[in-house]
């Protein structure tokens, strides 16, 4: 919308300017020929359209101090009002005024005043003078009710009965009934009744006529207002009546139905003497009043229906009221998260109790509360989960002030804002999201004149995604900038020692330096990035929410940044493993396959930590050999493959387990600062398994340049 | 297929405007400079709307807007027409021609999409 | 001479590593425990053992002989885990602490404390609060908060301390 916003203002500039050098002219012959009804108008136009145009694109003074001009010239166009030399000397300086203000000269409000004055007194001065007052019009484009303030909501749900008869000569104006029914459907629970009792017999019809009328019953939280703004451009060609059946306030006090015959009375189908007449007899109200010819068939359903929808509104309010959301404090939750966490435990205890006695009715029982508390984990988690999209709706905020700031045209959408993540997850992205933003505003996303000049609209954009893929969520920054700069990039990290001159690295590896510590490509410091500290702090907090990122970029067409997190920090599906005689849990979401490591295999790679996975190779790294472990090596290990980094790594163990529901606890501060393990967890025997961090294991064996090939 | 609407607009600038607010609503637009440019276009073009300013040089709004009643394709398109006057005799004068809707200027981008979708559907 | 930070009377738990008698204040003990089996975290100092489960929770167990010097804690039907709340920098952090065997609950009167002696001792004095007498043997009364300082345990991957 702004772009469109910024090319009228130019488009209005410039049109303004050559409407202004027209009216010089027009002014000029007008003073020959004064009595020129064509050169009048022409005048009478440019104003107005000056006038309506600048209103329209923010030029609010001009629109302003025109309006008296357009007054003035509407008098002479409507000939209550002459052309007189005093005019043309005002309207011409008016005309000067006007352009320099267009040219964004400050100028003398004291002219303007002035020349406002001047001609005030002037169209006082003449026969008739109605004028009309110029009101910076608030926006409310369409009557007095329609606008935005109509869709504030009045917390108060009311039912309204509406009549809607349209004149016959309703589609005469373009109108289409159905489409207000329509819009009236979109404002709340509304049920329409058509009246045809009106409709003439096909011979007599005319197609091009309005005979049909519509009761409606609508229940809304919206005011009457909006309502009758449904119907704005019709009012006065329709008969309409807007009443009140049930407010919510009324609604405790009384319980009972109304019955038919006092609908049909209230909506004043039938009068009381009528109703009272036919009540003697004791058939349904409905039939006899119909059969007594008082009221049509239709307005008998049409109240039945009233009476349905009232019935209706009430059970749903009822509905409503008994399942209203309550509010809990988030130590609430975080208590009984620990609390399933621990039930979680026993469970697994419990199963590995009845397995051990081997007891049917005991495993029955294991059983039946294995799937209870799996219930209950799922559920207690699904409590936890908020929508990401509150997250990205601040940032609009955030991007919107910083391409100001710098300069820059940039446009945010976001995709997936229905996300669901863990609370904490969602309050520890924040920090992170906010420094990807700003470097793709700050590095990324070019100044509006280089981009056009690379043929890429003014506007950049950054775009947010947020989506499910298996146990993570991915969240995707894309920006359409300028990419990152590989050989600058490279220059730095040689600068700040990173890397040495001689490294070969890949596309891959030379991106992810940028989240090396105290690393900044930006030739200047601005106080949108900072001072390149950042990006490693991203990798650092996204790591310590157990994620990962992901970087991906193309020179002149911009970069992704990818985080992938776990949809849950408490507990997680895990792959028990034992090496030696301590268990390891890996997460199961890393986790692609399980195959055999064999003597065999081993001397076949001559030494080398490389598998053949079906035909693939697939480096592994000794988990024994990472945490130290001396312990006997069984005959087979076991190759637990898994995913980081985008590559498959094998991790080999001695045995593996099975899965295991992993409660995740953390290690305390004590424990802070190891590497490869990112916590612990509790297991049925009550000994306590460590969890692999492996992101962490295959980053720290490339970064010893070990023997494995990776 | 899109809906065709056509702007009807002696300022190249509200032309501008409505016609990027509506085709970035999906709408297809085309663009008349004058109630006499707009009957010639609208003989060649499938048109479902019609949003006319009213004081325009040629044929002005009030003109345009008889003039397409009195088509008989046309006889039932919506035609919404832009104002400036607050007062009321132009929109009355404009509602009698057969207008549909109004606009009061300045209207924002959103708003004129709220009035194309009352009554265009 | 009286130690000048202790002015109350004071209970202790005394236990024992190897033949020497040690005392902790009775208000940062939270329980102790029979020392079963420990969790080893890879890649740590050995005086750190690893963890251990309190009732759901993980909780790091330390080995105090280790940590003063002496051999490692072999686990005999005597040996305990003295589960401690220490301040750790501003936090308060719960960890174990193994015991040969733990001896009783005792009252010490503060003119009964003496400061340590600067010269004799085998450990760095600065963990000892002071040095009480009972039954003509002497308990050295722990600073259980300095022993374990914040860098200590934070940054034990890169002081290159010996790992197991």
């Known amino acids: ?710 | 297929m899109s809906k065709t609407i056509m702007t009807v607009d002696d300022s190249a600038s509200i032309r501008q405007m409505v016609s990027f607010t509506l085709k970035g609503a999906g709408y297809t637009v085309v663009e008349a400079v004058d109630g006499k440019d707009a009957l010639a276009k609208l003989k060649t073009n499938t048109v479902h709307m019609v949003i006319t300013d009213l004081n325009m040089p040629n044929l002005d709004g009030i003109g345009l807007i008889r003039a397409v009643r009195a088509i008989p394709s046309f006889k039932f398109i919506p035609i919404v027409m832009l104002t400036t006057e607050s007062q009321d005799t132009k929109k009355q004068e404009g509602k009698t021609a057969g207008a549909t809707g109004w606009i009061v200027k300045p209207f924002k981008p959103e708003q004129l999409l709220t009035v194309v979708k009352k009554v265009l559907g | 001479m009286a130690v000048a930070s202790i002015t109350d009377t004071t209970q202790y738990l005394t236990f024992k590593l190897a033949e020497e008698v040690f005392a902790l204040d009775i208000v940062k003990v939270r329980e102790v425990l029979e020392f079963s089996s420990v969790t080893k975290i890879p890649r740590t100092p050995v005086f750190m053992r690893g963890v251990i489960n309190l009732r759901g929770s993980v909780v790091p167990v330390v080995d105090l002989r280790l940590k003063f010097g002496m051999s490692q804690t072999e686990k005999n039907i005597n040996t305990c885990v003295i589960i401690v709340e220490i301040s750790l920098g501003s936090e308060k952090t719960i960890l174990g602490a193994l015991a040969d065997s733990v001896q009783e609950v005792i009252e010490l009167e503060p003119e009964r404390i003496e400061p340590p002696p600067n010269i004799g001792m085998h450990m760095n004095t600065e963990f000892i609060k002071g040095m009480g007498k009972r039954d003509d043997v002497f308990i050295i009364i722990l600073d259980i908060d300095r022993i374990f300082t914040l860098e200590e345990l934070a940054d034990f991957h890169k002081t290159g301390q010996q790992f197991n």
């Open chain 1, 1 to 710: 919308m702004n772009e469109g916003l910024d090319k009228g203002r130019e488009i209005f500039t410039e049109e303004a300017n050559e409407l202004l050098a027209e009216l010089e002219i027009s002014l000029l012959e007008l003073e020959e020929t004064p009595t020129d009804t064509e050169l009048i108008g022409r005048v009478f136009r440019a104003m107005h359209t000056i006038k309506g145009s600048g209103a329209m694109f923010g030029f609010e003074d001009i629109a302003h101090f025109t309006h008296e001009v357009e007054t003035a010239f509407d008098l002479v166009r409507t000939g209550n009002m002459l052309v007189t030399k005093e005019l043309m000397n005002l309207t011409l300086r008016a005309r000067d005024q006007i352009r320099a203000m267009l040219d964004g000269i400050s100028v003398d409000e004291a002219i303007s005043n002035e020349i406002i004055a001047s001609l005030r007194a002037l169209m006082n001065s003449s026969a008739t003078s109605e004028q009309v007052e110029y009101e910076p019009q608030d926006h409310r484009a369409v009557g007095s009710q329609t606008g935005q303030e109509s869709k504030d909501v009045d917390s108060d749900i009311t039912t309204y009965r509406i009549r809607f008869k349209p004149h016959k000569e309703l589609f005469l104006t373009g109108s289409n009934p159905l489409l207000m029914l329509g819009e009236l459907s979109e404002l709340g629970n509304c049920v329409v009744i058509a009246q045809t009792a009106a409709i003439p017999l096909l011979r007599e019809l005319d197609p091009e006529m309005c005979f049909v009328s519509w009761d409606i019953v609508l229940t809304t939280c919206h005011g009457q207002n909006a309502i009758k703004d449904v119907f704005i451009f019709v009012q006065d060609i329709c008969d309409l009546t807007i009443e009140t059946i049930e407010a919510d306030s009324n609604m405790q006090e009384e319980e009972r139905h109304l019955k038919l015959g006092e609908i049909l009375l209230s909506r004043g189908d039938v009068t009381i003497d009528e109703l009272n007449k036919v009540l003697g007899k004791q058939r349904r109200v409905g039939e006899i009043l119909v059969d007594a010819g008082l009221v049509k068939e239709e307005q008998i359903q049409a109240a039945l229906v009233e009476q349905q929808h009232i019935k209706d509104v009430r059970q749903q309010r009822a509905k409503q009221e008994s399942m209203a959301s309550i509010r809990v404090p988030s130590e609430k939750l975080d208590g009984l998260v620990d609390l399933v966490g621990e039930l979680v435990t026993v469970q697994a205890r419990l199963t590995q109790t009845s397995v051990a006695f081997a007891d049917p009715v005991l495993s029955v029982i294991a059983e039946e509360v294995e799937r209870i508390t799996w219930e209950l984990r799922d559920r207690t988690m699904g409590i936890r989960m908020l929508p990401i999209g509150s997250t990205f709706s601040k940032f609009k905020r955030l991007v919107r002030d910083l391409s100001d700031e710098l300069g820059k045209e940039i446009v945010m959408t976001t995709d997936g804002a229905d996300t669901e993540l863990d609370k904490t997850v969602i309050e520890k992205l924040n920090d992170p999201l906010v420094h990807i933003i700003r470097n793709s505003i700050d590095h990324g996303i070019e100044s509006p004149e280089v981009r056009v000049q690379a043929g890429k609209p003014r506007h950049g954009t950054v775009h947010l995604i947020a989506g499910h893929s298996g146990a993570n969520v991915l969240i995707q920054i894309q920006d359409d900038g300028a990419g990152l700069d590989k050989e600058a990039i490279l220059n730095k990290a040689v600068k700040n020692g990173i890397i040495t001159p001689d490294a070969e690295l890949l596309e891959k590896e030379i991106f992810s330096l940028i989240f090396e510590p105290g690393f900044s490509t930006a030739k200047t410091v601005t106080s949108v990035s900072g001072r390149g500290v950042g990006m490693d702090v991203v990798k650092k907090n996204i790591a310590a929410l157990r994620g990962t990122v992901d970087i991906k970029s193309k020179k002149g067409v911009g970069t992704t940044i990818a985080l992938k997190l776990p949809l849950t920090l408490a507990i997680i599906d895990g792959l028990l493993v034992k090496v030696g005689e301590d268990y390891y849990v890996i997460p199961l979401s890393a986790v692609h396959e399980c195959v055999e490591l064999t003597a065999n295999d081993i001397e076949k790679s001559h030494g080398r930590h490389i598998s053949y996975v079906r035909g693939a190779i697939v480096p592994y790294i000794r988990l024994r050999e990472q945490f130290l472990i001396n312990a006997p090596v069984p005959e087979v290990e076991q190759i637990v493959i898994t995913e980081a980094e985008d590559q498959r790594v094998g991790l080999v163990v001695d045995y593996v387990i099975g899965e295991h529901q992993t409660v995740i606890k953390s290690l305390g501060r004590m424990y802070k600062s190891v590497e490869g393990v990112s916590g612990a967890t509790i297991l049925g025997d009550g000994t306590v398994a460590l969890i692999v961090d492996v992101p962490k294991i295959v980053s720290s064996v490339k970064l010893e340049g070990s023997e494995v090939a990776l």
